[in-house]
């Protein structure tokens, strides 16, 4: 939160239209935190910070320099004044979209090129060999160079995450249901719940962030991490 603005932002590496209503539970729930309940009845308005909804992606997928989600459009009746809207702006930065950007913020430019490094790398290797590899010339090139330095297990580990992440979620566009899919599926989820909980243990994200990347509560989240300690 800073200058009275709540901004919430988020990396994605898929299409997803769903995100207004992702955002807009996650925003409750850290809305929810700031207002305590003996405020909601007072006779004054309660302040609350202003929310900004910001996307960042470098899928595959061809999309515009910019495009927005609206809540609304989700909506199974469409209402002529929705009382109820979120919008969430996605920007994309792939290579030679959205420049001025990248340019005003050097630190979000050098992540589109660690990312593309990783894209290109993956052509020809073994998804971890690719990350390694690309951590590595990353750090010798000045691209991240410190924070990689400092975090490189973690990189390491949350990148394979993400990319599995993306996998399943193109297995699920494609319906690729198969048994054997499916038991490769749960393997990967269990394995991206595992990596989840060891960042949440260490500290180095919080359950909300945790839950909002996998798109669920954080009641939900809790749920499936002592479901997996049961397997």
């Not at 589109?112 to 073994?126: A, G, Y």
């Not at 399943?168 to 249901?177: I, N």
């Amino acid at each position: 939160m800073f200058a009275f603005e709540l901004n919430l932002y988020e990396h994605q590496s898929t299409v997803n239209p769903n995100m207004p209503l992702r955002d807009l539970f996650y925003v409750a729930q850290q809305l929810q935190k700031i207002v305590t309940e003996k405020n909601l009845y007072s006779s004054r308005k309660v302040q609350i910070p202003t929310p900004r909804f910001i996307v960042f992606y470098n899928g595959n997928t061809k999309i515009p320099e910019r495009l927005e989600y609206r809540l609304f459009d989700l909506f199974q009746k469409q209402v002529e004044k929705p009382e109820l809207e979120l919008l969430v702006t996605v920007y994309n930065i792939n290579p030679r979209m959205n420049e001025a950007l990248l340019e005003g913020c050097h630190k979000l430019k050098e992540y589109m090129q660690f990312t593309t490094k990783i894209r290109e790398k993956r052509r020809t290797m073994e998804l971890e060999c690719a990350i390694n590899k690309v951590v590595e010339e990353c750090i010798k090139e000045g691209i991240l160079a410190d924070f990689l330095t400092k975090h490189r297990a973690e990189v390491v580990a949350m990148s394979i995450f993400e990319y599995d992440a993306e996998q399943h979620m193109r297995l699920e566009k494609e319906e690729s249901y198969e048994d054997g899919h499916r038991a490769g599926l749960l393997e990967g989820e269990n394995k991206m719940l595992a990596i989840l909980q060891e960042f949440v243990n260490d500290g180095i994200i919080t359950m909300e962030q945790a839950a909002q990347r996998l798109g669920v509560t954080v009641t939900r989240l809790e749920e499936l991490f002592t479901g997996l300690n049961k397997v």
